[in-house]
């Protein structure tokens, strides 16, 4: 019999997930120098990773050959500091993503539900799936969270609902009125996980580390991924009710944030201007996709995040065909939105690129 016969069932059943295409290998397929490319299709920091995290993290690799210190306590009591919380709130992941694992691995079974919005991360799908769970999926018109409707979907079976705010691939967010009305119906047995990997881009953002005070069940997200560029280290931590870290601290594995990592998210999260000059950034390539897009008659959904959602009647083929030119974007049937792409926020001369690449490869009649 195929091995795949003996494998975890819930396993063998999964689509692995889909990450955008890597620089190396476009390079390598169109025979293209790197530094050619522009590569704006995982929400990544144009600007680079924080300087003084990349200074922190050359003096920790003298330190390589030394196991982490398996409890983060810096990096934990940093966070703790910043955030107005304890030290035990605090869960490191390896990644945000691992986070999202964690919660999976410590509250869902094959009796289990896990709610979240239609056109939410992938990722929520992925491990209710690995995990045997069922996954419920509540419509979000006009792609922003239905708070109320996601309310209605928690049944005595629900242990995890997730928020992702603001989510992506939509770039939406939900307010503090919407989110406070939701928790006000939340009951004991569910952990709403709110996942804020974008929360430093916002220029108001609603305040969700009250309900970790208030000791309700949930957990905050959030990672160095995004604004602090450090995507390549894998460096995320949730912020939870003490219940909650507790038993995620036993879910993951000793070591599971990395020495190199730890150091770099420690000099990152003090990095104020590094944080500034993405926000600034940020701010102008999407008031430059907004204007170009209304300019051709496309459809867009406005983005409070560092990408944007754009409808281009043919999200395959035109990631193909921009592809072919060097600038790789992010289709999204996927997400079940065959017509659109996803595009990061890069620097401007990247988004001038990514929009005359753009422009050649959409039909006449849209320009
Ligand atoms: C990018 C992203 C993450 C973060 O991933 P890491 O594992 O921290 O790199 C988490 N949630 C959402 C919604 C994201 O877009």
Redesign the pocket.
């Known amino acids: 019999m195929a091995i795949d016969s003996y494998a975890n069932r819930f396993v063998c059943d999964l689509h692995a997930y889909e990450p955008g295409k890597p620089i190396s290998e476009t390079a390598r397929e169109l025979g293209l120098d790197p530094s050619q490319i522009v590569k704006v299709a ?2 990544e920091n144009p600007l680079g990773p924080s300087p003084l995290a990349k200074e922190a993290m050359r003096a920790a690799l003298e330190e390589a050959h030394i196991y982490p210190d398996g409890g983060g306590w810096k990096l934990r009591s940093a966070i703790a500091g910043r955030l107005d919380v304890d030290l035990a709130n605090v869960v490191l ?8 694992e964690l919660l999976c691995h410590s509250f869902l079974n094959p009796r289990a539900e896990l709610i979240a919005a239609e056109h ?2 992938v ?1 929520y799908k992925l491990m209710a799936t690995l995990f045997g769970a069922k996954y419920v999926e509540v419509p979000d018109p006009g792609f922003v969270h239905d708070l109320d409707a996601m309310a209605d979907a928690i049944t005595p079976d629900t242990r995890l609902v997730f928020i ?1 705010n ?4 939509t770039g939406t967010m939900v307010g503090q009125e919407a989110l406070d009305r939701f928790m006000a119906r939340v009951p004991d047995h569910v952990v709403v996980a709110f ?4 929360h430093e881009f916002l220029d108001d953002a609603p305040d969700v580390l009250k309900y970790v005070r208030e000791g309700r069940n949930v957990a905050v ?6 604004i602090h560029g450090l ?1 390549a280290l ?3 931590y949730g912020i939870c009710s003490k219940g909650v870290a507790e038993i995620l601290q036993k879910a993951r594995q000793p070591f599971n944030a990395n020495a190199i990592a730890q150091a770099g998210a420690l000099a990152a999260l003090e990095d104020g201007e590094h944080v500034e000059k993405t926000r600034a950034i940020n701010r102008e390539g999407l008031a430059f996709y907004e204007k170009a897009f209304a300019e051709r008659g496309l459809e867009y959904v406005p983005s409070v ?1 560092n990408f944007i959602l754009v409808n281009v009647r043919g999200g395959d083929r035109v990631f193909r065909e921009m592809l072919q030119q060097g600038v790789i974007v992010r289709a999204m049937s996927s997400y079940k939105l065959p017509d659109w792409v996803r595009i990061s926020m890069g620097t401007p001369a990247q988004n001038l690129r990514c929009l005359q690449v753009l422009d050649s490869v959409l039909p006449v009649a849209a320009v």
């Open positions: 995982s929400n992941g390896n990644g945000s993503n691992e986070i999202i939410a991360f990722v992702a603001p989510n992506n691939p996942d804020e990997a974008y997200l959030r990672t160095c991924s995004k995507a894998r460096i995320g995040a």
